[in-house]
């Protein structure tokens, strides 16, 4: 019986979907931007363990810019110093990242003038910082053609910026500051904080005495009690709902309850 064409058809085009994504894999390993493997990039430092994810988005002025280390930059993510490239920016860098920096796909990040970002950041995808605005001093000239306005961005440590959020230039955002998705953030944030809205406002703040005000709404996350092991917390995970209904009225520990509860396939006992 002869072969369907559509047969064939399918089979080599799986054959060639297969080579595309090896081939495609295979470039996104090669162009990768790492210290031991820079290609035409020369930063200002970039430190041990950090990756720039191939496709880059556009780079320049990299001799200004200092990446720290365990630094994830994700595909597409825009690094810039100075308005143009090929420009000499001076003796001191622009652009600093700290340590355990990640940088969400397609984000960006415009330093005409300084930008810092603290250590163990987290950005989202698409998020946009810059340090340079649009000014609109003459309303009868059009607006990118006037001179535009600079002012330093600083980041602090431990943040989190949400999705497609902005920092505007001169944002000042303390430690452990949460940015929710979508924030134009503009002026000084401080520490401890969660900020929404554009522009945006402080929306929960994390007082020494009374804790987050207002409070959250969800619970915290209980932790792993000291000593569980990895198979003990499989074991739990194995268990039905029937089960672990039970073992919360007999309010057993992890460590217990993996070891002295054993579901059956007709019947379900505890031993306590």
């Not at 979907?17 to 470039?27: L, M």
């Not at 143009?84 to 700290?98: F, H, N, T």
């Not at 999705?163 to 001169?170: E, F, K, W």
Request: net charge negative.
């Amino acid at each position: 019986m002869p072969r369907s064409k559509n047969t064939f058809s399918s089979w080599r085009r799986r054959l060639v979907q297969r080579i595309v994504h090896a081939g495609w894999a295979w470039a996104q390993r090669a162009g990768a931007v790492t210290a031991e493997s820079p290609g035409r990039f020369r930063f200002g430092a970039l430190g041990e363990n950090s990756r720039l994810a191939f496709p880059l988005g556009t780079v320049f002025g990299e001799p200004w810019i200092e990446l720290g280390s365990y630094c994830i930059v994700a595909e597409q993510v825009t690094l810039t110093a100075g308005l143009m490239p090929d420009l000499d920016l001076g003796s001191e860098p622009i652009l600093r990242i700290g340590d355990g920096v990640v940088l969400g796909r397609g984000s960006h990040v415009i330093a005409d003038t300084t930008v810092t970002i603290g250590s163990d950041c987290y950005f989202g995808p698409y998020v946009y910082v810059t340090s340079t605005n649009h000014s609109y001093d003459d309303p009868h000239e059009p607006i990118g053609k006037q001179w535009p306005r600079m002012e330093p961005v600083e980041i602090g440590p431990g943040c989190w910026i949400g999705t497609n959020a902005v920092i505007l230039p001169g944002a000042r955002i303390g430690r452990n500051v949460v940015v929710a998705a979508g924030a134009v953030v503009r002026g000084t944030v401080p520490d401890h904080s969660v900020v929404a809205g554009a522009p945006a406002r402080v929306v929960r703040r994390w007082d020494p005495v009374a804790g987050w005000q207002p409070p959250l709404r969800t619970p915290p996350p209980v932790p792993i009690p000291d000593g569980v092991t990895p198979a003990q917390l499989l074991a739990l995970s194995e268990l039905d709902e029937e089960t672990v209904a039970r073992l919360a009225e007999l309010d057993l520990g992890p460590r217990h309850a993996s070891e002295d509860v054993r579901p059956q396939p007709a019947d379900v006992r505890a031993d306590s």
